[in-house]
T-cell receptor, first 114, second 117 residues
Framework: DTEVTQTPKHLVMGMTNKKSLKCEQH?????MYWYKQKAKKPPELMFV???????INESVPSRFSPECPNSSLLNLHLHALQPEDSALYLC?????????????FGPGTRLTVT | AQKVTQAQTEISVVEKEDVTLDCVYE???????LFWYKQPPSGELVFLIR??????QNEISGRYSWNFQKSTSSFNFTITASQVVDSAVYFC??????????????FGTGTRLLVSP
């Protein structure tokens, strides 16, 4: 099973709302990633968790707050977002052998901030 | 610094034509990994292939084939007898470094392939 699931598929939120994106995998992967993708652009890395610890934060604004409760789950908490944060948010996971392993992506959450 | 260039922004072909997507990479590392991903309109990135810098063998998988040439720093992707379902954005990506427990991908800008009936 090479499946990464993400919920919700679509999300519309106001600038004062608080919401969360969820990601789950059951492949035994110990690295999990959040990406942001704007239209007609490649994915941009936001955060990396390795063995449930935050390993990379690509200078993401604090209105995005990641959380990795266990080895299968990854959350992205959203608060006070701006319209320019509207994008496709992709979650991915990879085997702990690091650069030896490809990343598997979820279907993404299409976020619209109004 | 690492960089991936996909010079073809968009390619349009008619079904059953062969098409090659170009990928040129830059890195000073001797150990690196190259990937191709497909992103259909639904949005999910689908892994297609991984190749490491020590393995220059070309690979064929059904209608897909990949040509890795270190001498020209290229990792090109060919679809034979294209089909409408091949319509998608294709990303080439590069990762470098040792075994840190995760990888950091450098993506190209992507090539949009449109296959018409």
């Amino acid at each position: 099973d090479t499946e990464v699931t993400q919920t919700p598929k679509h999300l519309v939120m106001g600038m004062t709302n608080k919401k969360s994106l969820k990601c789950e995998q059951h492949m035994g992967h110990r690295a999990m990633y959040w990406y942001k993708q704007k239209a007609k652009k490649p994915p941009e890395l936001m955060f990396v968790y390795s063995y449930e610890k935050l390993s990379i934060n690509e200078s993401v604004p604090s209105r995005f707050s990641p959380e990795c409760p266990n080895s299968s789950l990854l959350n992205l908490h959203l608060h006070a977002l701006q319209p320019e944060d509207s994008a496709l948010y992709l979650c991915a996971s990879s085997h702990p052998t690091g650069t030896l392993s490809e990343q598997y992506f979820g279907p993404g959450t299409r976020l619209t901030v109004t | 610094a690492q960089k991936v260039t996909q010079a073809q922004t968009e390619i349009s072909v008619v079904e059953k034509e062969d098409v090659t997507l170009d990928c040129v990479y830059e890195t000073r590392d001797t150990t690196y990994y190259l990937f191709w991903y497909k992103q259909p309109p639904s949005g999910e990135l689908v892994f297609l292939i991984r190749r490491n810098s020590f393995d220059e063998q070309n690979e064929i998988s059904g209608r897909y084939s990949w040509n890795f040439q270190k001498s020209t720093s290229s990792f090109n992707f060919t679809i034979t007898a294209s089909q409408v379902v091949d319509s998608a954005v294709y990303f080439c990506a590069l990762s470098v470094g040792g075994n840190t427990g995760f990888q950091k991908l450098v993506f190209g800008t992507g090539t949009r392939l449109l296959v018409s009936p």
